[in-house]
């Protein structure tokens, strides 16, 4: 009798944690990749937000990804050529062509304060073009963009000014 007891305290003291562990890191328990998903996403700052968006979106190519994965779906959008909800921004993203390599970014600088982010940079959105200067405004909150503006300059042929625009 006491082998048997002995046997089954065993195997229960193995099986135990074993299944804990199953259970708590399923796709159900509250270790799932759901969850730790949630807390990578909360945690990050504006500065890690509007990086793995811009990192995500255009360089990566997958801008639907990117909006859904950084902006709030509550986002307030102010750029003239979107509705101003977070599906018409990816509408107008995804009306791009993105499998020929363009747009093409260049970021310049990356200003953050407080849930406030700017991205000045260079962008090419048609190959042999000048391009545009750009700068992007992320309002961030609890790790998602629930606010941006941009405002766009062309970047002339010619220039009088010799610093040029970057």
Same mark, same amino acid.
């Given at each position: 009798m006491r082998t048997g007891t002995h046997l089954l305290a065993i195997m229960a003291g193995i099986a135990a944690p074993v299944?804990? +562990?199953?259970? +708590?890191?399923?796709?159900?328990?509250?270790?799932s990749a759901a969850h730790y998903a949630a807390v990578e996403q909360r945690a990050l700052g504006t500065r890690e937000v509007i990086e793995a968006f811009e990192k995500m979106g255009i360089d990566e190519r997958k801008p639907k990804e990117a909006v859904l994965a950084y902006f709030s779906p509550d986002v307030i959008d102010h750029d003239p050529n979107v509705a101003g909800d977070r599906q018409s921004i990816i509408d107008y993203l995804d009306k791009r062509d993105w499998s020929s390599g363009v747009p093409r970014r260049t970021i310049r600088n990356i200003i953050v304060e407080g849930e406030l982010g700017v991205v000045h940079h260079h962008i090419v959105r048609k190959p042999g073009e000048k391009g545009i200067a750009a700068v992007d405004i992320f309002r961030v909150r609890d790790g998602k963009v629930i606010e941006h503006w941009d405002v766009l300059q062309p970047v002339p042929e010619e220039s009088a000014n010799r610093h040029g625009m970057f």
């Open positions: 299944a804990l +562990t199953f259970w +708590t890191t399923s796709s159900a328990g509250p270790r």
